[in-house]
Nanobody
Framework: QVHLVESGGGLVQAGDSLRLSCAAS?????????????MGWFRQAPGKEREPVAAISWSTSNTDYADSVKGRFTISRDNAKNTVYLQMNSLKPEDTGVYYCTSGPVRGTYDYWGRGTQVTVSS
């Protein structure tokens, strides 16, 4: 079983930065480990559907970003530490929401989710 635990959320002002972390442990029933998993970050604002924010392939060579965060957010991973990060710069109030970490066999297909960490950006 895979466990994902997010951390690093908080209350910040517009223009500030935050770095979210997601620590992974365990393996899937098929034997897939963190180092062979694509990882993603999603967010959900109050009253809105969960939306993808960023994703990274297991090899770190491929990343995807939502248009709304391109140039401000950076996803990265440290396979030695079983951790994926989301560096968020120039935060805006519309970035407010619960941020979820997720893993899967390829980018865009996810089968495990963390419980989320709250990010609140005040204007």
């Amino acid at each position: 079983q895979v466990h994902l635990v997010e951390s690093g959320g908080g209350l910040v002002q517009a223009g500030d930065s935050l770095r979210l972390s997601c620590a992974a442990s365990g393996r899937t029933y098929s034997g897939r480990t963190f180092s062979r998993s694509a990882m993603g970050w999603f967010r959900q604002a109050p009253g809105k559907e969960r939306e993808p924010v960023a994703a990274i392939s297991w090899s770190t060579s491929n990343t995807d970003y939502a248009d709304s965060v391109k140039g401000r957010f950076t996803i990265s991973r440290d396979n030695a530490k079983n951790t994926v990060y989301l560096q968020m710069n120039s935060l805006k109030p519309e970035d407010t929401g619960v941020y979820y970490c997720t893993s899967g066999p390829v980018r865009g297909t996810y089968d495990y989710w963390g419980r989320g960490t709250q990010v609140t950006v005040s204007s």
